[in-house]
């Protein structure tokens, strides 16, 4: 089954049915027909976690519209607690696992804990949502095995250092549409649109639909 699913990570809730994962906190998602998500505790609020929460985001992760864990991840920025930050991104990360789904993950000036995370994990997709990192990190993520998302703002040279079967798009907050996000990055890589679509689209369908035999 060939899905229209082209933007792995977005907070939108406007766009057609079926063409976006929404990102959500499990106390925010209401599952509606035809739609995908992700769902995962974002590291700005875990401060505002509750007891019942990891019971009901192990709940809602097993749903069959929930295609990823996530976003977690880790902001040196936005939250100072550091461990509480990797205790948190290491249980949603097991759960990915066990449910054999990918792991989409938040990352800002916090590469060192993200490799040390990487270093406990066994196996399964991981993807850095937004990468807006220099080509000399996209090179040390991509060799530790993950996968790039790009939106609307990124660096140039760590698109192009990206390979074709570790690429994805997404929209995020942007005000910019996908269709215009795949125009930019098709422009910056001299791709025609259509064929980086399909070569994004053939990974969507591997990494996020090939669990389920589609």
């Known amino acids: 089954m060939k899905v229209d699913l082209l933007d792995i990570h977005t907070h939108h809730e406007d766009g057609k049915p079926g063409e976006a994962i929404i990102s959500k906190a499990p106390k925010e998602l209401i599952i509606e027909s035809g739609r995908w998500y992700s769902v995962g505790f974002h590291p700005w609020f875990l401060h505002e976690l509750e007891a019942d929460d990891v019971d009901l985001l192990k709940q809602l992760a097993e749903h069959p519209q929930v295609l990823a864990i996530g976003e977690a991840?880790?902001?040196?920025?936005?939250?100072?607690?550091?461990?509480?930050?990797?205790s948190f991104f290491f249980s949603q990360s097991v759960l990915a696992t066990s449910l054999e789904k990918p792991l989409i993950i938040h990352m800002v000036h916090a590469a060192d804990l993200l490799l040390r995370a990487n270093r406990l994990r066994k196996h399964g997709p991981w993807i850095i949502h937004g990468f807006r990192g220099k080509e000399k990190l996209?090179?040390?993520?991509?060799?530790?095995g993950m996968y790039l998302s790009f939106g609307e703002r990124y660096n140039v040279e760590a698109l192009r250092a990206t390979p074709p079967d570790?690429?994805?798009?997404?929209?995020?907050?942007?005000?910019?549409?996908?269709?215009q996000i795949y125009r930019k990055v098709a422009q910056d890589l001299n791709m025609d649109v259509a064929e980086l679509e399909e070569t994004v689209g053939n990974n969507i369908q591997r990494i996020f639909f090939q669990r389920l035999g589609w």
């Open 73 to 86: 991840g880790f902001d040196n920025k936005r939250n100072s607690n550091r461990e509480a930050q990797f």
């Open 138 to 144: 996209a090179k040390q993520l991509l060799n530790e």
């Open 166 to 179: 570790r690429l994805f798009l997404e929209t995020d907050e942007s005000k910019l549409g996908i269709n």
